[in-house]
T-cell receptor, first 112, second 113 residues
Framework: NAGVTQTPKFQVLKTGQSMTLQCAQD?????MYWYRQDPGMGLRLIYY???????DKGEVPNGYNVSRLNKREFSLRLESAAPSQTSVYFC???????????FGPGTRLLVL | GENVEQHPSTLSVQEGDSAVIKCTYS??????FPWYKQELGKRPQLIID?????GEKKDQRIAVTLNKTAKHFSLHITETQPEDSAVYFC????????????FGSGTRLQVQP
């Protein structure tokens, strides 16, 4: 039981490049989330998926897209990376949205 | 939307002392308040949580109190140890709508041996 996993662990991009951050959970959770964490700030919600087949915007969705591929996987895509997207990205999941959120190990993204 | 403010941003205590971190929230519909501990380079991990039908919850050296009327909640750590040094985040969410966490900006706690 791996919990929540994320790939890659670290990525460097040039401005304008695209990439997809992958997240998977093996806890049979319905709800999944993407957060970003910037220095000196808490985590801010980018997108979330309350259940398979649904996605909704969070606080800071601009510049990102998501796909809930199936119940296990929730990916985050940057179509044209910008330096302002340099951050640590965390994926999280919870059974129905009313319980503890379990976080993945994070992806450190540097956009030059 | 919900807004969570957290104070102080940094806190230094001597080993064995108590530490208190305070948060306020804006949306009276919020009813779930977790606290996360994040060590350097690691993921946030839940240390304690409280729901709005409870005023206080304790787990060994850690306790959380909630004042719904004033819309604030606090984390209390007693008998602090060097391994308590980390960044602590409070958060709030509700049972309807988004059900996602809104986080405070974090408190860096340093416990001096």
């Amino acid at each position: 039981n791996a919990g929540v996993t994320q790939t890659p662990k670290f990525q460097v991009l040039k401005t304008g490049q695209s990439m997809t951050l992958q997240c998977a959970q093996d806890m049979n959770h319905n709800s999944m989330y993407w957060y970003r964490q910037d220095p000196g700030m808490g985590l801010r919600l980018i997108y979330y998926s309350a259940s398979e087949g649904t996605t909704d915007k969070g606080e800071v969705p601009n510049g990102y897209n998501v796909s809930r591929l199936n119940k296990r996987e929730f990916s985050l895509r940057l179509e044209s990376a910008a330096p302002s997207q340099t951050s640590v990205y965390f994926c999280a999941s919870t059974l129905t949205g009313r319980e503890t959120q379990y976080f993945g190990p994070g992806t450190r993204l540097l956009v030059l | 939307g919900e807004n969570v403010e957290q104070h102080p941003s940094t806190l230094s205590v001597q080993e064995g002392d108590s530490a208190v971190i305070k948060c306020t929230y804006s949306d009276s519909a919020s009813n779930y308040f977790p606290w996360y501990k994040q060590e350097l380079g690691k993921r946030p991990q839940l240390i304690i949580d409280i729901r709005s039908n409870v005023g206080e919850k304790k787990d060994q050296r850690i306790a959380v109190t909630l004042n719904k009327t004033a819309k604030h909640f606090s984390l209390h750590i007693t008998e602090t140890q060097p391994e308590d040094s980390a960044v602590y985040f409070c958060a709030a969410s509700m049972d309807t709508g988004r059900r996602a966490l809104t986080f405070g900006s974090g408190t860096r706690l340093q416990v001096q041996p």
